[in-house]
């Protein structure tokens, strides 16, 4: 078992997660922190270490996932397929509740957070370093507070300090979600860009509506989102040049996004 739990271990840093240092065989779902920072849960893995050992896990915070068996050095007898197909449906239904579970607790928790803030101060050190307008953002404990929506529902929060730092409300739903800024009836396009900063300055240039999708991996989800909800809007995805990236993903993602909606790419 401990040569499928060092597998497992390897699998979970090749892909760019940071493993907990205990990992349990027990096939329950525990958290731990991706991210190596203390205080963090936003990993989570679960390892069934009966027959062929399985196993699958993932980052709430960026929406990863993978699913994983043990290298036993042969191919697998039917009965063994079987058996793993089992194991992976049970272990998506159990991170599917719940992640379930932790949205709808911090979707209770980003109305409270909301509904307890005022209005942000257009003199904040971060809206003033960047040019910009709050367009509706709110203040808390010296904070901007981004509402993040989907289907006129709110779900979660960003927070983001005066020194720029930005954080997600812990467990909240990203995927698919956006805010606002302008009103895109009657528009002749609508913008999609990543950061909150990104998409007042391309309003305030332009005039044109913005959604802000809050990170790259989000702008397609956002994308064909605003497609289902706009079919005739011409849509634009800015992207961010993210050059000193391997890979660009900035650039990468946009154009992805607007492959999957026809849209176009800035």
């Not at 197909?85 to 979707?107: I, N, Y």
Request: proline letters at 5%; hydrophobic letters at 40%.
């Amino acid at each position: 078992m401990s040569d499928a739990i060092a597998q497992f271990r390897t699998a979970i840093s090749a892909a760019g997660l940071t493993p907990p240092d205990e990992i349990e065989t027990d096939g329950q779902l525990r958290r731990f922190a991706s991210n190596g920072k203390r205080g963090d849960d936003a990993g989570w893995y679960l390892l069934h270490g009966d027959g062929i050992p399985a196993g699958s896990f993932g980052d709430w915070r960026t929406g990863f996932t993978q699913t994983w068996r043990a290298d036993i050095g042969r191919t697998l007898t039917p009965g063994e397929e079987a058996a793993h197909r089992a194991k992976v449906a049970a272990m998506r239904q159990a991170r599917e509740a719940e992640e379930a579970r932790r949205q709808a607790s911090a979707a209770l928790r980003a109305a409270d957070e909301w509904n307890c803030a005022s209005a942000a101060p257009a003199d904040f050190p971060y809206l003033a370093r960047k040019g910009v307008k709050p367009h509706g953002a709110r203040f808390k404990d010296g904070r901007l507070l981004v509402p993040m929506r989907s289907d006129g529902a709110l779900h979660s929060l960003q927070f983001i300090a005066a020194n720029g730092e930005k954080r997600f409300l812990p467990g909240g739903k990203v995927k698919g979600c956006y805010f606002s800024i302008g009103n895109p009836q009657g528009a002749a396009a609508l913008c999609i860009a990543e950061g909150f900063a990104t998409g007042a300055t391309i309003h305030e240039a332009t005039g044109l509506p913005v959604a802000v999708a809050f990170n790259a991996g989000n702008l397609e989800p956002v994308a064909l989102a605003l497609r289902a909800k706009f079919p005739d809007l011409r849509l634009i995805l800015c992207a961010d040049d993210d050059n000193a990236t391997e890979g660009n993903p900035g650039r990468a993602k946009a154009a992805q996004a607007a492959r999957a909606i026809s849209g176009l790419v800035c």
